[in-house]
C-alpha cells in the first residue's frame, strides 16, 4: 500500500513531506520519491529502498511538494517507477495510490498524439492525461482526467507555476490536516499529526484544492464542506487505524482486500489467462506455513471444480521427492516470494520440466522472477507476522483459478462467482460477530492444549485456524480430519482439552455432528463454527461461532476470519505481545 504526503505552507515542503513519509513507513514501500516546487520549476528525487536518515536528503527550497512511497503494483520496484510522475513537459508532478485498470488503452492513445513515457506505471497517463487538458486552470484539468479514469485513486497534482496543490479521491483513502497556516494532505493520519490533530477525511468523489493558508472541496463539480475532526489518537496508535495491534487491523481490512484482489481479475468474466496450463495432467502445489494451508485449500477446489489430480507438498520436503515432472503445472504460494524453502522448490520444479505459476503478494519478489507465470495477491503489505488478510487474498486467487481451469461456461459457473462477488459483505457479516468470538476466546485463553477439527473443506480450514492459534497465542493446538480422531488423538481428549470444530453445509455436516457427539463423550469443551442457518448444531456443543451461509466451497474464507478473530482474541486475552511472536520473522528467507 503506497503513502502520500503532500504539503503547502510556510516551512520547507521538503522536509515535511520526508518526515511524513517516515510516519507512513508501517504501510510497506520498495521506493519513494519527493517533488518540490522551486522557482516556477519541479524538483524531484527518487529513490530505491528505505528513507533511512531523512537528514541526509534536500530536494530544494520551496513551500510546496508533493512526496510518495511505493509499493510496487505495475512495473518493478525502480527509481524510474518510484513516483512522483511528471508530464513531457516537467511541469506537472503526479503521486498516486490505486490502480488504474484502463491505464494501458489510454496510454496507446496519448502515444499516439505524441505523449513520450518513461517509467512501466499507470500512474503515469494521469500526469500526461493532465498536461492535455491542462489550460492555466489545474483543477478543471484534474477534474476532466479523472473523468477518463477507471479504477482506485488517490492522487495529488502540482504545477511548476503556482503554489497550490489538486487533490482527489476514489476508493482510495486521502486524509486533509488542517494547521495553522499550512495544509498537509496524506494517505493515513500519522502523516498529519507532527502538524496537527484537525483533520478533514475525503469521500469518494471529493475533488480538493489546497492553497496558503486555505482550501475547497468540490463534489460534483459543487462546492461542499466537510466536517473537521479532531484526532485524539497518539501517532503510534494512528498508525494502527486505531486498533490495537495490526493483526487486528489487517483481519478488518479483508473486505477491502477481496475486493481489490476480485477488481484485478473478476469483471464479467474472470480476467486471468491460462492458457499456460494447457495440457497439464496434474498440478502440484509448493509452499510453507499459511501459504501451504491455502495449497491444501486450492487442491480441495481444483480436484472438485475441474478434476485434475493435485499434490500439495511443503516446499521445504519437496526437495527430497523430486519427481518427473513433464506434465505438471507446479504452483507455489506465497506471500513475501521470499521464503527461501519456496524459491529452491520452484527451482527444482522448473528443472524437472514443469511449468511454474507463483501467486505472490509481493511483486518483483524473487518467486516472480523465478516462475513462468505470476498472479498477484491485492492484500497490500501485511505488518503482522501472521497471515491473516494475505491468506484471504490467496484463496480468492485460487478460486478464479480453480474456475477457469474448470473449463466451464459462464453461465455455468455464474453461481459461484456471484457468491464470490458478494464475499467482501459476507467476511463483513463475520466481522460483526467479533464481540461474540471475544467472549468465547476469552473463555478459551486459560487452557494449555486445543483440537481443531473439520472434515473435506474443513480439514485445511482447521489446520489454518491451528496455526494461528498456536504462533500467536503460544497454546498447543493441534488440527486432525475429524475422523481421524478415533485412530490415536482421542488420548488427548478431556476437560482440559478444547474442540473447535468446522462444520461446512456438505455431505460432511451428519458425521461430523457424530464426531463432535463423540468428543462431548471424552468431556472436552466444543466450540462449534457454521452457519447462521444451522438450527441443528447448539443441541450438541458448547459454544457457537455463527458465519454468514456459504457455499461450502467458501467457507475457507468466512470459517478461516473467524478463526483468526478467534486466535486474536484468545492471544489477547493472554496478554501475548501478537504483532511479533516470539521465535518468528515475516519473510523465512533461510533454509
Ligand atoms: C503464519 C505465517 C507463515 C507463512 C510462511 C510462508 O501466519 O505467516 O506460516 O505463511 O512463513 O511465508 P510466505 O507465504 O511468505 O512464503
Known amino acids: 500500500m503506497c503513502g502520500i504526503a503532500g504539503y503547502i505552507g510556510f516551512r520547507r515542503a521538503d522536509e515535511v513531506i520526508i518526515s511524513a513519509l517516515k510516519r507512513l513507513e508501517y504501510r510497506g514501500y520498495d521506493s519513494w520519491g519527493v517533488a518540490v516546487r522551486h522557482e516556477n520549476e519541479i524538483r524531484l528525487i527518487k529513490r530505491m529502498g528505505a528513507i533511512g536518515d531523512e537528514k541526509t536528503y534536500s530536494v530544494a527550497e520551496g513551500n510546496a511538494g508533493i512526496g510518495h512511497t511505493r509499493w510496487a503494483t505495475h512495473g518493478k520496484p525502480s527509481e524510474i517507477n518510484a513516483h512522483p510522475h511528471t508530464d513531457c513537459s516537467g511541469k506537472i508532478a503526479v503521486v498516486h495510490n490505486g490502480i488504474i485498470s484502463n491505464f494501458q488503452s489510454l496510454k496507446e492513445e496519448l502515444e499516439s498524439r505524441g505523449h513520450v513515457f518513461s517509467s512501466e506505471t499507470d500512474t503515469e497517463v494521469i500526469s500526461h492525461l493532465i498536461e492535455e487538458f491542462y489550460k492555466g486552470d489545474l ?208 527451482r527444482i520444479a522448473k528443472k524437472l520440466g514443469a511449468r511454474t505459476l507463483a501467486i505472490v503478494n509481493v511483486l518483483g519478489s524473487t518467486a516472480t522472477r523465478i516462475a513462468d507465470h505470476v498472479l498477484y495477491t491485492r492484500a497490500g503489505p501485511e505488518i503482522s507476522v501472521a497471515a491473516t488478510k494475505s491468506f484471504i487474498a490467496q484463496l480468492i486467487v485460487l478460486y478464479l483459478v480453480a474456475l477457469k481451469l474448470s473449463g466451464m461456461t459462464k453461465s455455468e459457473m455464474e453461481g459461484l462467482l456471484d457468491e464470490l462477488r458478494i464475499m467482501p ?130 467457507t475457507a474464507v468466512t470459517h478461516s476470519v473467524a478463526l483468526q478473530l478467534l486466535a486474536y482474541h484468545t492471544a489477547k486475552a493472554r496478554g501475548c505481545e501478537i504483532d511479533k511472536p516470539r521465535n518468528l520473522a515475516k519473510s523465512v528467507t533461510v533454509e
Request: hydrophobic share 40%.
Open 139 to 346: 483543477r478543471e484539468a484534474v477534474e476532466k482526467t479523472i473523468g477518463r479514469l477507471k479504477g482506485s485513486y488517490a492522487l495529488v497534482v502540482m504545477h511548476a507555476e503556482k503554489d497550490e496543490l489538486v487533490a482527489a479521491r476514489y476508493k482510495s483513502p486521502l486524509v486533509l490536516g488542517v494547521g495553522d497556516d499550512e495544509l498537509i494532505i496524506a494517505s493515513d493520519v500519522p502523516a498529519i499529526l507532527d502538524y496537527t490533530s484537525r483533520v478533514v477525511y475525503l469521500e469518494d468523489g471529493d475533488l480538493l484544492v489546497l492553497m496558503k493558508g486555505d482550501f475547497e472541496i468540490f463534489s460534483d463539480g459543487r462546492k461542499v464542506n466537510r466536517k473537521v475532526e479532531t484526532i485524539p489518537w497518539s501517532i503510534e496508535d494512528a498508525e494502527k487505524g486505531g486498533y490495537e495491534h495490526f493483526m487486528l487491523k489487517e483481519i478488518h481490512e479483508i473486505p477491502r482486500v477481496i475486493e481489490d484482489t476480485l477488481f484485478e481479475y473478476l469483471s464479467d468474466d474472470i480476467e486471468i489467462d491460462i492458457s499456460f496450463a494447457a495440457g497439464v495432467s496434474e498440478v502440484t502445489f509448493i509452499a510453507c506455513g499459511t501459504s501451504y494451508h491455502a495449497s491444501l485449500i486450492g487442491k480441495h477446489l481444483i480436484e472438485k471444480l475441474a478434476g485434475i489430480p493435485v499434490r500439495v507438498e511443503f516446499a521445504s520436503e519437496f526437495i527430497y521427492h523430486q519427481p518427473p515432472m513433464h506434465r505438471t503445472l507446479a504452483i507455489a504460494i506465497t506471500q513475501s516470494g521470499e521464503t527461501a524453502d519456496t524459491l529452491e522448490a520452484m
Open 425 to 554: 459483505e459476507l467476511v463483513k457479516g463475520v466481522l460483526e460477530h467479533e464481540d461474540e468470538i471475544r467472549a468465547i476466546a476469552e473463555k478459551l485463553s486459560d487452557y494449555g492444549n486445543m483440537m481443531y477439527i473439520g472434515r473435506g473443506i474443513g480439514v485445511p480450514i482447521a489446520m489454518e485456524g491451528a496455526l494461528k492459534m498456536k504462533e500467536i497465542s503460544y497454546i498447543h493446538a493441534e488440527a486432525y480430519p475429524a475422523g481421524e480422531l478415533k485412530h490415536g488423538p482421542f488420548a488427548l481428549l478431556g476437560e482440559r482439552t478444547p474442540v473447535i470444530a468446522s462444520l461446512t453445509p456438505d455431505e460432511t455436516y451428519e458425521i461430523m455432528l457424530g464426531n463432535i457427539k463423540e468428543v462431548k463423550a471424552r468431556e472436552s469443551i466444543v466450540v462449534a463454527v457454521t452457519g447462521h442457518d444451522d438450527a441443528e448444531v447448539e443441541k450438541y456443543v458448547d459454544h457457537v461461532i455463527r458465519v454468514p451461509r456459504t457455499d461450502a466451497l467458501f
